[in-house]
């Protein structure tokens, strides 16, 4: 069973799922995390501004409902003590105006002015810090009561200034001027004890935000987390796998979509099988139907060979010929039916403790390959093994290496054991792999520290481009354009199934071949066996 070929599935699965850093990663940025935090930020946002507003407005009502009512108490109780007051005072006679003055104000301080006299309800109280210029300027324009709002030593004042008018039509201003200073930390107090009440209410918003986003994001998450479960199921080969259609919103559409696509691929998946499982069982049956046709076209060439050299020589040349492609025809049917037994499941291993240096040579020299591969052979190497299968994976890898390699080919049985020697990893000599690698690398994550039995096939030949290594496994591929036919090819082109066997046959036993561009050129194909079999792997 020669030629180079193999299966579609040298290629090695992907492991479901993602590593423990991408999944944190995603649970760090997921929706969930997103709505919650925008529920959050938004409820924060809504409650400062609504505290800053609620500050404000409730700021302004007071200061304006105390600077009226102070504004109109100092305009009452002026007016009222000005009726019986004579001018010009004295500092005495203005010292008892401010006086009066503030008694009915709820002992305010006072400070009356007369020209160059000043008087103050409380002689120990400062008032220059208080009463600014400006409003004395405006006081003394005569425009009526004016206000202002002053920090004095970091408190808060309220100082009302008017000018005393004469009663006569005019109301002339008669240079006497009063004003009272109100003290507004109560007010302050007040308006501060408002904030932090305020204040002390965002915490409660949020926390009430973060649970209604909590219970928002399970809502819409929940269909959305059973669609990805299903997604997954449906990936890895469950095409079985369903959503409950629940509503008709969106995510219900979404969902009745979801199905209706599984349904269309489940469907086409089961036509699929069935024709493959046709087309396996015409196979089998057209290979199985040839063998006895086969079997007497084979006596009849051989018969013709023995005598072909008593024919002319045309006729010799067409007996030779008819016998070449006879055996060629009886090998692809052998090799359509093997293929068959494989993709059928019926193949069983026929195990037992082999010395492998032996059955290499003994495979070599069945075919009359001795003296043209050279063998490097660990003679203390056993394994339990099937020593028929064995014999077919060497002589397909051996095949192909005389037919479309060059010599020197070499023959190399060793060991190795350990992390990091395990199939695809390219232990020893530094190298580039291909196609099965990717199998090899799988085989090799599940036997870390175990070891293995290598089988080496290497040859000088111009060797394979990547796109042909990538292939060189799949079924009836042929890269003869890219590889040169040696004089020892004497029995025709290969069926294109050899490696494809060979390859069943390694994962058989547990292990895989690997393909690789040899360090001086050519190719290196490697054989991967378990070398001591587990329970659990056995047949």
Not at 162 to 182: H, K, N, Q
Not at 213 to 222: C, H, K
Not at 459 to 486: C, I, M, N, Q, W
Not at 497 to 512: C, D, K, M, V
Request: aromatic fraction near 4%.
């Amino acid at each position: 069973m020669s030629g180079t070929g193999g299966t579609g599935r040298a290629g090695g699965s992907r492991p479901a799922g993602g590593s423990p850093k991408r999944r944190s990663r995603r649970l760090a940025g997921g929706l969930r995390t997103r709505l919650v935090v925008t529920f959050v930020v938004v409820a924060l946002i809504s409650a400062v501004t609504a505290t800053a507003l609620a500050y404000r407005d409730a700021r302004t009502a007071v200061l304006r409902r105390t600077q009226d009512a102070a504004v109109n108490d100092v305009r009452t109780r002026v007016t009222a003590v000005a009726a019986d007051f004579d001018l010009p005072p004295d500092q005495r006679s203005l010292a008892r105006f401010a006086a009066k003055v503030s008694d009915g104000l709820g002992a305010r301080i006072v400070v009356a002015r007369y020209q160059d006299l000043v008087a103050v309800s409380d002689p120990l109280a400062a008032t220059e810090g208080r009463i600014t210029v400006e409003l004395r300027s405006a006081v003394r324009a005569g425009d009526g009561t004016r206000f202002q709002r002053v920090m004095w030593r970091d408190e808060p004042y309220l100082v009302v200034g008017m000018p005393v008018t004469y009663a006569d039509g005019d109301r002339r201003p008669s240079g006497l001027e009063v004003f009272a200073i109100t003290d507004l930390r109560a007010e302050r107090d007040d308006t501060a004890a408002l904030l932090d009440s305020v204040r002390a209410g965002v915490l409660p918003v949020v926390v009430l935000a973060a649970v209604l986003a909590l219970l928002a994001a399970g809502t819409v998450l929940r269909p959305v987390r059973k669609l990805g479960r299903a997604t997954r199921e449906l990936a890895e080969g469950d095409l079985g796998s369903r959503v409950a259609v629940k509503g008709h919103d969106e995510l219900a559409d979404l969902a009745r979509t979801f199905n209706e696509t599984a349904d269309a691929l489940q469907a086409s998946d089961a036509r699929l099988r069935e024709q493959e499982a046709k087309a396996r069982r015409f196979v089998a049956d057209v290979s199985h139907e040839l063998r006895t046709p086969l079997a007497a076209m084979t006596m009849v060439a051989t018969v013709l060979e023995e005598d072909a050299d008593q024919l002319p020589p045309d006729a010799a040349r067409a007996a030779r010929t008819v016998g070449a492609e006879t055996a060629r025809l009886s090998r692809l049917v052998e090799d359509l039916m093997e293929i068959s037994r494989f993709d059928a499941n019926a193949i069983r291993l026929n195990a037992a403790e082999t010395g492998l240096a032996d059955t290499v040579r003994a495979s070599l020299a069945l075919r009359g390959w001795t003296d043209l591969v050279a063998v490097r052979l660990d003679e203390g190497v056993r394994a339990v093994v099937d020593r028929r299968r064995v014999d077919v994976i060497v002589a397909n890898l051996v095949g192909n290496a005389l037919r479309h390699g060059a010599p020197p080919v070499t023959v190399t049985l060793a060991t190795r054991t350990g992390t990091g020697s395990g199939p695809g990893t390219g232990s020893g000599t530094p190298r580039t792999t291909t196609g099965a690698s990717a199998v090899a690398g799988a085989v090799a994550g599940e036997g870390e520290g175990e070891e293995w039995v290598t089988v080496e096939v290497a040859d000088h030949g111009p060797g394979l481009p990547p796109e042909a290594r990538e292939r060189v496994f799949d079924r009836f591929y042929k890269a003869d354009t890219a590889r040169t036919r040696s004089a020892a090819d004497t029995g025709g082109q290969g069926s294109g199934l050899g490696t494809a066997i060979a390859l069943e046959n390694a994962r058989l036993h547990g292990g895989t071949i690997d393909v690789a561009e040899g360090p001086e050129g050519g190719m290196v194909f490697t054989l991967w066996l378990p070398l001591r079999r587990t329970g659990e792997d056995a047949e």
